[in-house]
């Protein structure tokens, strides 16, 4: 079984500072790591994933992630916020197998002040 | 290249009513995946259809049913309506032996039960 705990629901930063939204899994099986967005009234789109390739990973707008085992965490980074970054952000988690369930955190609310 | 897209974006029903809900995958995907998300919570999994079969099941009741069709599209049905299953439907589709499987979601359906 796969589960992830986000920390912090809520993270305010102020424009142009980093972002560090945090993500731990617990996963039976080498896992494949994602993070979504979502902005108000829409669904979740991809900002990045890991798939047991690279352990850091780029993905889009800016953000990365870097897969740390020892740890099992797979925080978000960003070196400068944007006010556009203002969303929901879910970390998932998925095992192997031909089944693509993805198991969601509840999430973090980043908010960008100016 | 259209992604997800999903009907109704907005219902209102009341208690004991049933509700479908349709879904057209991305172009190129032959699995659907949907979610359940409810306010302030992250996508919970409902089912996920593969060949027009149920291939994984999340832990929800029999209410829940869903069926997909030979152009891969998909519907939701929950019967007798409870006011907790007032959430927001997210619909996924993958293609099914491409690596991870990625997700790509739709905009959702946005269910009200009074």
Not at chain 2, 4 to 17: A, E, M, N, W, Y
Not at chain 2, 58 to 81: K, T
Not at chain 2, 85 to 114: K, M
Request: contains cysteine.
């Amino acid at each position: 079984a796969q589960s992830v705990t986000q920390l912090g629901s809520h993270v305010s930063v102020s424009e142009g500072a980093l972002v560090l939204l945090r993500c731990n899994y617990s996963s039976s099986v080498p896992p494949y790591l994602f993070w979504y967005v979502q902005y108000p009234n829409q669904g979740l789109q991809l900002l990045l994933k890991y798939t047991s390739a690279a352990t850091l990973v780029k993905g889009i707008n800016g953000f990365e992630a870097e897969f740390k085992k020892s740890e099992t965490s797979f925080h978000l980074t960003k070196p400068s916020a944007h006010m556009s970054d203002a969303a929901e952000y879910f970390c998932a988690v998925r095992g192997g197998g031909t089944a693509s369930k993805l198991t969601f955190g509840t999430g973090t609310r980043l908010q960008v002040t100016l | 290249d259209a992604g997800v897209t999903q009907s109704p974006t907005h219902l209102i029903k009341t208690r004991g009513q049933q509700v479908t809900l349709r879904c057209s995958p991305k172009s190129g995907h032959d699995t659907v995946s949907w979610y359940q998300q409810a306010l302030g919570q992250g996508p919970q999994f409902i089912f996920q259809y593969y060949e027009e079969e149920e291939r994984q099941r999340g832990n929800f009741p029999d209410r829940f049913s869903g069926h997909q069709f030979p152009n891969y599209s998909s519907e939701l049905n929950v019967n007798a309506l409870l006011l907790g299953d007032s959430a927001l439907y997210l619909c996924a589709s993958s293609q099914t032996g491409t690596g991870a499987n990625v997700l790509t979601f739709g905009a959702g359906s946005r269910l009200t039960v009074l």
